[in-house]
C-alpha cells in the first residue's frame, strides 16, 4: 500500500504514471526491484494520473527538440555531464545532512527555531530574489526553453531548501530536485557545447536519479517530460548520476541492496543513515594487472629489438 500510494502520488502530481509507478517500486530498495508489486504499482499510478486529469488538473510537458548524429564525443560528453550531475547531487546530499545536524545542535523551542530560519530566508531573498522560494517552476520552465541563468542558481536553491526542511518548515524535495538540476546544467552546457534546453532536461533528471537513488524511474520520467529524442542521453546521464552519488540518498531511510563498487566495503541490507562505506582496494587484482601490464612492455621490447 505504501509503494502505490508512493506511485500515486507521483504520478499524479507531475503526470507521469510510469515513471511513478517505477519510482514506488525503486525507491525502498537501492538496486531492487520488487516486481511483485509492479502490477498494482503501475495501475495506482495509471488510475491516480486519469484521476487527476478528470479533475481538470494539466501537466507540464516539454518536448525537446533533440536529435543529434550518434557520435563517440557526444556519448563522452553524456557521460561527462551524468558525473557533474553525481557530483551535484552528492553536494545536496551532503548539505542537506550538514544542516540537519546543525539544526539538532540548536536545542532551542522548535517555533523559535522555525522562526530564526524564517528570518534567514528573508534575508536571503532580499540579497538575492524571491524565485528560490517556493516550487521555482518559473525558473524550470525558462531553462527548458533555454533562457539563460547564473551559475550559482543551483547553489542557493540549495541552500534555501535545506534551511527550510531543517528548521520548521515542511515540503517536499523533488521539485526543488528539478530546480536545482535544470539550473545546474547552466554551468555547463557551454562547457559541452550541447543545446542549454536539452542540458537542461538531462539535468533534471539526473539529479532526481543521483539524489533518490533511481536511475530507471527518472529515465522514464524524462520520455514523459521531454519526448523520447533525448531518451538514451537522458537514461546514460541518468545512470551515470546514479553511480556518482555512491552510497548516499536524499532519503535516508532508503535500504542498501547492492554495492555500487567493488573497491567499496558496506553492509548491504542496511538504511543508508546506518552504513559506512569503506575503501577496499583488492590487492591481487592490481598487482595482477601491473604483472600484466609489465610483461606486455616486455614483450614489445624485445619485439622491436628484433
Not at 525558462?142 to 542558481?153: Q, R
Not at 517530460?225 to 532508503?254: E, R
Request: glycine fraction near 10%; aromatic fraction near 10%.
Amino acid at each position: 500500500m505504501v509503494i502505490c500510494g508512493i506511485s500515486a502520488d507521483l504520478a499524479s502530481v507531475f503526470g507521469t504514471p510510469i515513471a511513478g509507478a517505477i519510482f514506488g517500486v525503486e525507491i525502498l530498495f537501492i538496486g531492487s526491484i520488487l516486481y511483485d508489486v509492479l502490477l498494482p504499482s503501475v495501475i495506482a499510478g495509471i488510475i491516480s494520473y486519469h484521476i487527476s486529469s478528470a479533475f481538470g488538473i494539466t501537466y507540464f510537458y516539454h518536448p525537446i527538440r533533440f536529435a543529434p548524429v550518434f557520435s563517440e564525443g557526444l556519448l563522452i560528453k553524456t557521460i561527462v555531464a551524468g558525473i557533474y550531475f553525481g557530483i551535484v547531487s552528492l553536494l545536496m546530499i551532503k548539505t542537506m545532512g550538514l544542516f540537519k545536524n546543525l539544526s539538532s545542535k540548536i536545542q532551542l523551542w522548535n517555533p523559535l527555531k522555525g522562526l530564526i530560519g524564517g528570518f534567514i530566508l528573508v534575508v536571503l531573498t532580499f540579497i538575492f530574489s524571491k524565485q528560490f522560494l517556493g516550487l521555482g517552476l518559473e525558473t524550470i520552465k525558462s531553462t527548458l526553453e533555454g533562457t539563460t541563468v547564473l551559475w550559482y542558481f543551483f547553489i542557493l536553491k540549495i541552500i534555501f531548501t535545506v534551511i527550510t526542511l531543517n528548521f520548521g518548515g515542511s515540503g517536499g524535495v523533488i521539485t526543488p530536485i528539478f530546480f536545482i538540476g535544470a539550473t545546474s546544467s547552466a554551468i555547463f552546457s557551454n562547457l559541452l557545447g550541447i543545446d542549454k534546453a536539452t542540458t537542461s532536461a538531462i539535468g533534471l533528471v539526473s539529479v532526481l536519479a543521483g539524489a533518490t537513488n533511481t536511475p530507471i524511474a527518472s529515465s522514464i520520467m524524462a520520455i514523459e517530460l521531454f519526448g523520447a529524442s533525448v531518451a538514451p542521453y537522458a537514461a546514460l546521464s541518468c545512470i551515470s548520476s546514479f553511480l556518482i552519488t555512491g552510497h548516499k540518498s536524499i532519503h535516508p531511510s532508503q535500504v542498501l541492496a547492492i554495492k555500487k563498487s567493488a573497491s567499496i566495503q558496506v553492509e548491504i541490507g542496511k538504511e543508508i543513515s546506518e552504513v559506512e562505506p569503506k575503501i577496499h582496494l583488492r590487492r591481487r587484482t592490481l598487482t595482477n594487472a601491473i604483472l600484466t601490464i609489465s610483461r606486455k612492455i616486455k614483450e614489445k621490447v624485445i619485439k622491436s629489438k628484433k
